[in-house]
């Protein structure tokens, strides 16, 4: 079991910056990959960028250049850099997390963003 806290959402206007992070309860060397999804309203949620425990990222082609995902293993914490906020960037973002062994997937409870035009 691992509890994920994410923190550092808020209102910012267009073109500014956030950086989100999400605390563990526990070790995160067991969890790859790990990342961060969004789900703004009325829409699915959707994967935004995620991390293996090496360090190999990806992202969704609408935040390339402008979010960076990363990962501090020794705190237990992930981050996500967001610069050049847009708008369609206003969501509610979660931390997820997979077990490497069982697979089994972890959310926490959400961050919003809102973005301002």
């Known amino acids: 079991q691992v509890q994920l806290v994410e923190s550092g959402g808020g209102l910012v206007q267009a073109g500014g910056t956030l950086r989100l992070s999400c605390a563990a309860s526990?070790?995160?060397?067991?969890?790859?990959?790990m990342g961060w999804y969004r789900q703004a309203p009325g829409k699915q949620r959707e994967l935004v960028a995620t991390?293996?425990?090496?360090?190999?990222?990806r992202s969704v082609d609408s935040v390339k250049g402008r979010f960076t995902i990363s990962r501090d293993n020794s705190n237990n914490t992930i981050y996500l850099q967001m610069n050049s906020l847009k708008p369609e960037d206003t969501a509610v973002y979660y931390c997820?997390?997979?077990?490497?062994?069982?697979?089994?997937?972890?959310w926490g409870q959400g961050t919003q963003v809102t973005v301002s035009s």
């Open positions: 526990g070790s995160i060397s067991h969890f790859s990959p």
């Open positions: 991390i293996t425990f090496g360090g190999n990222t």
């Open positions: 997820n997390a997979r077990h490497r062994f069982s697979q089994r997937e972890y």
